[in-house]
C-alpha cells in the first residue's frame, strides 16, 4: 500500500461555466479497490466535501474538508474517524451542516446481509483543533416504528440512511430500508425519524414505498422524493423508476405530493429549491417502453438529464431542460447543490474519472 | 451467478439477484433464492438471520469467517487481537463463484428447512445440526472494530433467528 500526500486544490479554471474544480482528495491507493462514496453541502459562505477512501485492506476513512468557493482558497482535509469493513466501502454518505454550526454526517454500508448505517455530529469547535479529534460513530442497525410498543423487536434489521436534515433545531435522518418484519411482504420503503439512537435503533415512520429518497425543506414544509418499486415485468434487468412525492409539515404525517410525469422514469436524481421553486435534477428515460418492449434483453433507456420545476399554482410539474449527449450513462450519479453555494445557480457535481469534480449547469 | 464477487455485489433479495446482470448477490439473496426452490417442491424453508450474539461478545460489530490465522495477541479485554496484525486473513471457504469471499460480516442469512437443518446457500454447505456445528463450520471469529477475538467451539457464539 502506497500513502500518497494529503491535499486538497480547488481550481476554477473557467469562472463561466463549466467550472472546473479540482479536488485532490485524500488518497490511499490501495490497488483496484473501489472509490468510496462522496457527498457536497452548503456551508456558511461556501461547501463543504465529505468523502471515504482506503485507510487499509479493510478499513475506509471519512475525510472532510471544507471549500470557500468565494475565495477559492480549500482547507486541507481532515480524517474524522476509520471504520472497519470487509465487504468494501460504504455505499452512501452524507453530510448537512446544522443551524449551530456544527456537522451532522451519516454513511450506509453493506457489510453483510442487511445494510447498516453510522452517524454523528461533529462539533464545530473540533475543528480548531490540531490534530482534529476523531470521532466515535454511532452504529445504526435498526428501526422502530412509532405504531409499536417498546417492548417489541425492532421490525426492520436493515438500515440505510441517506439524508439528514432539521426542524425544530433537532436533526432528522432520512432513508430506506428493505424487509417489514418475518411475516410482512418483503418491500423496500423510505421513513423519518429523529436523530436519536437508542441500543443501535431508530424509531420512526414510513413515509411510502420505495427507494434512494431525497429530502428538501422549503417554507416549513419537508418534501421527500422516493423512487417508486419497479413493476416486475419480466426477468430482465430494467432500468430507472418513477418518481413518488410525499410531504409533511411535522415529519410524522406524510401526505401524497403531486409528482412528475409518469411518462418519465428516473435513475438517480437531486432536488433543491432555486429562486424558481422546487426543482429535480434526474437522470431520466424520457421514452419508457410499454412492458412487452420492455421485456426485449437489447432494451436502453432513452437517457437525458431533465430538470423540472414545480409549479405550485397548477400543482404539476414542467420539464425545463432536457439535456442528452453521449457522456450520461445509466449509472450516472447526479447531485447538485443548491444556487447560493456557487454564483448564485443550481449547479450539477460531477467526479471525474480521475476523482477531479466538475461543477456545471445541469441545462448545459 | 456467484456470492459476493469482486468484493461489492448489491443485490440482496431473490429478486434482485435474478435482475441483475451478472447474478452477483449477497447472503440474503442466495438465502431466498434456495427458499424459494425448496417451497416449489413443497418443501419446509425459512429464511435465517444470523448475527453475533452480543450477551456474550458486547460490543461485537460481527464476525470473522473462516479462514483467519490468529498470532500473538498485542491488545488485552475481550478483544485482544489487532485485525491485520496479529490475526491475518487467509483463503478460507469458497463461495459460489467466489473462491475467497470477504474475511468478516455483520450478519449472515441461510436456511432452516423443516425447522431443523441449517443449510448455507452462499458457500453451498449443509446441512448442519444443531445451530452451532454450522457455527464451527463457518466462523474463526469475534471482531468489534479493528479488534478481534477467536471463537470458542465449546460455546455458541452467534444467534440464528428464527
Known sequence: ?364 | MGYWRGGTATPYSVEMILRAPDGNGQCGAWAELLSACAHVHGLGATKVRIDPDRVRNPGAQGFLVKKWDFGTPSGTGHYPYLLDHDVLDETGIPGQDNDNPPGGFKDHFVVRQNGGQIYDPSYGVGPYTPDSAHENAAIDGIYDGPWARPQDPGVQELTYSP
Open chain 1, 1 to 364: 500500500m502506497h500513502r500518497k500526500t494529503w491535499q486538497i486544490d480547488l481550481r476554477f479554471l473557467l469562472r463561466r461555466f463549466p467550472i472546473l474544480i479540482t479536488l485532490s482528495l485524500p488518497c490511499v491507493a490501495t490497488g483496484q479497490q473501489k472509490p468510496g462514496p462522496w457527498s457536497i453541502a452548503r456551508s456558511d459562505g461556501g461547501m463543504a466535501a465529505i468523502a471515504v477512501q482506503p485507510a487499509g485492506s479493510n478499513s475506509w476513512s471519512w475525510q472532510f474538508a471544507m471549500l470557500d468557493v468565494t475565495t477559492l482558497v480549500a482547507h486541507p482535509s481532515v480524517a474524522l474517524c476509520t471504520l472497519q469493513s470487509f465487504t468494501g466501502p460504504p455505499e452512501a454518505i452524507t453530510l448537512k451542516r446544522l443551524q449551530r454550526g456544527d456537522w451532522a454526517i451519516a454513511d450506509s454500508y453493506l457489510p453483510g446481509g442487511t445494510h447498516s448505517s453510522h452517524y454523528v455530529v461533529v462539533d464545530k469547535d473540533a475543528f480548531a483543533a490540531h490534530p482534529v479529534p476523531q470521532t466515535a460513530p454511532y452504529r445504526v442497525d435498526g428501526l422502530r416504528l412509532v405504531t409499536q410498543t417498546q417492548h417489541e423487536q425492532p421490525a426492520i434489521r436493515d438500515v440505510s440512511i441517506r439524508q439528514i436534515i432539521e426542524a425544530g433545531g433537532e436533526p432528522y435522518l432520512v432513508g430506506e430500508s428493505y424487509g417489514v418484519g418475518p411475516d410482512a411482504p418483503t418491500r423496500h420503503v423510505a421513513w423519518c425519524a429523529p436523530a436519536r439512537i437508542v441500543n443501535d435503533t431508530l424509531t420512526g415512520v414510513i413515509i411510502g414505498d420505495g427507494q434512494n429518497p431525497h429530502a428538501v425543506q422549503t417554507e416549513g414544509h419537508t418534501l421527500v422524493v422516493i423512487q417508486a418499486p419497479r413493476a416486475r415485468v419480466s426477468d430482465h434487468p430494467v432500468w430507472g423508476g418513477q418518481l413518488r412525492l410525499y410531504a409533511s409539515d411535522d415529519l410524522e404525517q406524510w401526505k401524497p405530493f403531486p409528482g412528475p410525469p409518469d411518462d418519465l422514469e428516473f435513475g438517480d436524481f437531486d432536488l433543491c429549491v432555486t429562486r424558481d421553486g422546487l426543482t429535480i435534477v434526474g437522470l431520466a428515460d424520457t421514452n419508457p417502453p410499454d412492458g412487452r418492449t420492455r421485456d426485449s434483453a437489447r432494451y436502453e433507456p432513452a437517457l437525458a438529464l431533465v430538470t423540472l420545476v414545480y409549479d405550485a399554482g397548477r400543482q404539476r410539474w414542467n420539464t425545463v431542460a432536457a439535456r442528452r449527449d453521449k457522456s450520461l450513462s445509466p449509472e450516472m450519479e447526479v447531485k447538485v447543490i443548491p444556487p447560493e453555494a456557487i454564483d448564485g445557480r443550481l449547479m450539477l457535481i460531477e467526479r471525474e474519472p480521475d476523482g477531479r469534480f466538475r461543477a456545471r449547469s445541469p441545462m448545459q
